[in-house]
């Protein structure tokens, strides 16, 4: 099976910073781009940051300058760096890659994978 899971979420104070990882496991041939999504109860799911294959970044108007997306193609890990955090920011936070899947050539499939999503909760 192939998953995304995420770590690094919990309770912290406006101004405060946190940093998201994401690890991909299983039969993966390739990444390419990944990135981390939001979601508040009654609103649909946002896109904070993305990182291609290349490392060419993208963020959202609310959080650029305060995110940084980063990853390690090595550990087919992805790191949101959090700071200067506002009560806005609260969300559960979700991991996305475009991946190359399977065990045998034939057999690799093209897929969009998210991970179970990590709560961030910041205080006022």
């Known amino acids: 099976q192939v998953q995304l899971v995420e770590s690094g979420g919990g309770l912290v104070q406006a101004g405060g910073s946190l940093r998201l990882s994401c690890a991909a496991s299983?039969?993966?041939?390739?990444?390419?781009?990944m990135g981390w999504y939001r979601q508040t109860p009654g609103k649909q799911r946002e896109l904070v940051a993305t990182?291609?294959?290349?490392?060419?970044?993208n963020y959202a108007d609310s959080v650029r300058g305060r995110f940084s997306i980063s990853r390690d193609n090595a550990k087919n890990t992805v790191y949101l760096q959090m700071n200067s955090l506002k009560p806005e920011d609260t969300a559960v936070y979700y991991c996305?890659?475009?991946?190359?899947?399977?065990?045998?050539?034939?057999?690799?499939?093209?897929?969009?994978?998210w991970g179970q999503g990590t709560l961030v909760t910041v205080s006022s």
């Open positions: 996305n890659a475009k991946a190359l899947v399977g065990t045998v050539v034939r057999d690799i499939r093209n897929l969009e994978l």
């Open positions: 299983g039969s993966i041939f390739s990444i390419n781009a």
């Open positions: 990182i291609t294959g290349g490392m060419t970044t």
